[in-house]
């Protein structure tokens, strides 16, 4: 394993690795003196002497053999030892959207599943185009401080399910053409010492994607509010799967059910199982730490008053544009009724992972693996949790575009209720339009950098990231 003086969690590793040796050493020296002591020993008669010539000739040609089998390990052992020594501690970021930097901007281009490096393609593109993986530099990954590391590495895609560990996200519906992210893992390893893995896994799966849950519950608030109970010739759809939707604020049902949850842990599960089997296989000194991030909901559990009303209007009452209005604008479309909802599928969702590590930890025991949750880590600068909400907010704001032009539309003020169906229905044919709404921002990627940085650095284990009253971050 590369060095890592200056983190705790390297020098465990070299004490043990260390404490090992020593112990080896001295369990040779002491059979090679004890040895030595009955050849010198006057008391051995010469009866005593040939019954135990027989004895230590066999023990002796054990010892030769068992010699010879540590030799044979020993020169199988060097080689990839001194390949792990000549390679650069590796950090590599797997998952989805919210490990990949999907918000963060500035997205770097993609190596398609046939090995060509696919930059933007233009916002009409098919989104199966790998660019839409949305790898940024503005990542937790690549700003967290992680000291012993000197290569960061970026292969998580936004939309990734579980089925993509192992598959290439091609052989699913709406997946990307890109090789699994197993196989990507493969070839970090064949240039770097992978020490730090971090995935984040579980929030798309077969069951439900975050993209849909949250166009379900933006797209009824916005359809109730623009239209009234008179006016059914108005289709309301999901704003990316197309289904139809009614105007009631979301429920927990809407969200995931317990047997959905159950179903998504056992593919995230399983699908984690296979990463961690390939890393033991691939990583040379099999020294690395598993990070299993959850995720971080980017609406308050309450609106701030700005946001409550508008023009004496709440989102109880029928056909509310103005609040609508001004909600799209904060980057908050949702009704009130759905923030708790949406809170409890938040829960749902670090459950899932925190019942994920568990399992890996009682199949596997001493497996450096921390479960990192950062469901608080956006405590009080979420989305329209207070006044100046986008701005203040380390989550981007729900935005869609009027075509696929690259320009965001920033307020519904203007637009009347057909002119809310076309920019909705371009979310739906382009989705790579609106798919980075309601997503860490560059600004919250720092947040969870600094996250990740004390996972680094800390003793495996369960650990809470939480952002304090004065914007500071503390983890334990």
């Not at 930097?101 to 997205?107: K, S, T, V």
Request: hydrophobic letters at 40%; glycine letters at 10%; charged letters at 20%.
């Amino acid at each position: 394993m590369s060095t890592r003086a200056t983190s705790p969690a390297g020098g465990r590793r070299a004490i043990r690795r260390t404490a090992a040796v020593a112990t080896a050493a001295l369990a040779l020296a002491s059979l090679s003196a004890a040895g030595q002591a009955r050849a010198a020993d006057p008391a051995l008669g010469p009866v005593e002497q040939e019954r135990t010539a027989p004895v230590e000739q066999e023990l002796g040609g054990v010892e030769q053999e068992r010699g010879g089998v540590e030799q044979e390990r020993t020169v199988a052992a060097e080689p990839a030892a001194a390949a792990a020594a000549d390679l650069p501690s590796t950090a590599v970021a797997m998952g989805d959207s919210f490990i990949s930097g999907e918000g963060a901007g500035d997205y770097a281009a993609v190596t398609d599943q046939h090995g060509v490096s696919q930059g933007f393609p233009g916002w009409s593109a098919p989104n199966a185009n790998p660019y839409f993986c949305h790898r940024s530099p503005n990542a937790s990954i690549a700003v967290a401080d992680l000291p012993g590391i000197a290569q960061r590495v970026n292969i998580a895609c936004s939309g990734a399910q579980p089925q993509d560990m192992a598959n290439p996200s091609s052989a699913r519906e709406s997946g990307r053409t890109v090789a699994s992210q197993i196989d990507q893992l493969r070839q970090v390893a064949a240039t770097g010492d992978i020490d730090l893995v971090l995935i984040g896994l579980g929030s798309n799966n077969a069951q439900f994607t975050f993209g849909t849950v949250a166009a379900e519950c933006a797209g009824r608030f916005v359809g109730d509010g623009y239209t009234g109970w008179w006016e059914v010739w108005i289709d309301l759809i999901n704003w990316i799967n197309g289904t139809e939707l009614n105007e009631d604020p979301c429920t927990d049902a809407d969200l995931g059910s317990p047997a959905q949850f159950a179903a998504a842990q056992a593919d995230t599960t399983a699908a984690l199982r296979q990463v961690v089997d390939v890393l033991a296989e691939i990583d040379p000194d099999g020294q690395h730490r598993i990070v299993l991030q959850d995720y971080t909901n980017p609406l308050p559990e309450a609106f701030a008053d700005p946001y409550l009303t508008e023009a004496g209007r709440d989102d109880e009452r029928d056909k509310y544009r103005g609040l609508v209005d001004e909600r799209y604008a904060a980057g908050c479309p949702a009704d009130v009724a759905t923030l708790a909802p949406a809170h409890r599928f938040s829960q749902g969702l670090g459950a899932m992972v925190g019942g994920a590590a568990a399992t890996l930890r009682a199949e596997r025991p001493g497996l450096d693996l921390t479960y990192l949750n950062v469901q608080h880590a956006f405590d009080g600068a979420r989305l329209c949790e207070q006044a100046g909400s986008p701005g203040n907010a380390l989550a981007t704001p729900l935005r869609v575009m009027d075509g696929p032009t690259g320009v965001k539309v920033e307020s519904f003020s203007p637009f009347d209720k057909l002119d809310i169906k076309r920019v909705t229905t371009t979310c739906q044919d382009y989705y790579q339009t609106c798919q980075e709404s309601w997503h860490p921002s560059a600004a919250g990627h720092q947040v969870l950098g600094q996250c990740l940085a004390d996972a680094w650095g800390a003793a495996a284990g369960d650990l809470t990231c939480a952002r304090q009253p004065d914007g500071s971050v503390s983890v334990g």
